[in-house]
């Protein structure tokens, strides 16, 4: 299905000033985790401008779509959706991680609109997922969960359970976006500990899975179509992603999981992504 809300140009720019914000929260910061925030960038544009039932002006609508960044570190993308999304001033996102800020180094729950669920310790955020998707069908509600997970965290024990309760209770509501960048703090994902290959995994845990380009917003459009059909279980969108996307020096480089850019490089890095925006 094509695009509905948006042109294909006009979501570029969305997360392209996804990515900007990102920046300019990590660089203001001096600290955070620039590169696995901005791999899910194009993700997060999708989500929150074409398939989520959300609304800035009732953040806490019961019958809202739900959306658990389990991988905690990439918050400072959550921040920038959410702020380009209208859930509060984009001004803002330069108070990350200041102890005075509502922008916790990881999504924290209460401290600031739009939030879901407390996440940042690696592996649990799916465990929540699942509650929330079992509460909706136990209230007989339509709200679907998405859960962002990482390759790296997906090395977690809890993970795997977590996707064995899924489908043991069919949560057809209930979509995983396993954003593979191929990299975590350590090095390789799959040099560190292989998870691959993920379509055979999930498929015998009882998941629908959906393989793709994790930066191609049709391609990712249409697979939260598909999951929308499929009855009786739960969906896994496999998205290969690059880690650093968007921006030519951080692109596939591990030493980007969790540095701030100095004043030059973000200078360099805010230039790339402003040549990206189209009229």
């Not at 990515?19 to 590169?35: E, F, Q, T």
Request: aromatic letters at 6%; proline letters at 5%; one cysteine or more.
């Amino acid at each position: 299905m094509a695009l509905r809300n948006y042109t294909e140009a006009q979501l570029k720019n969305i997360a392209t000033q996804i990515r900007m914000d990102i920046l300019d929260a990590v660089h203001s910061a001096k600290s955070g985790h620039p590169g696995g925030s901005l791999s899910i960038a194009d993700i997060l544009a999708v989500l929150y401008f074409e398939e989520m039932n959300v609304d800035p002006n009732a953040p806490d609508c019961p019958d809202r779509d739900r959306l658990v960044l389990s991988k905690g570190h990439a918050a400072p993308a959550l921040y920038a959706a959410l702020a380009e999304r209208g859930f509060f001033p984009r001004e803002e996102l330069t108070t990350l991680r200041r102890a005075d800020s509502h922008l916790q180094g990881h999504p924290s729950l209460g401290h600031m609109p739009g939030i879901d669920m407390t996440t940042g310790s690696l592996g649990q955020g799916l465990s929540a997922a699942c509650g929330m998707a079992i509460s909706a069908k136990l209230q007989g509600k339509d709200y679907r969960t998405y859960a962002i997970v990482g390759d790296g965290e997906s090395q977690e024990g809890q993970i795997w359970e977590a996707a064995m309760l899924a489908a043991h209770r069919k949560l057809d509501n209930l979509c995983i976006i396993l954003d593979w960048n191929g990299l975590q703090i350590d090095g390789e994902v799959e040099q560190v500990l292989n998870p691959t290959p993920y379509p055979e995994k999930f498929e015998a845990f009882g998941f629908h899975t959906i393989s793709i380009d994790g930066h191609d917003l049709q391609a990712l459009s249409a697979a939260f179509d598909e999951a929308k059909t499929v009855k009786g279980k739960p969906t896994v969108i496999i998205a290969k992603t690059v880690k650093g996307r968007g921006v030519s020096f951080m692109e596939n480089r591990v030493e980007w999981h969790g540095a701030a850019p100095k004043d030059a490089q973000y200078e360099e890095a805010i230039a790339e992504l402003k040549a990206l925006l189209v009229d």
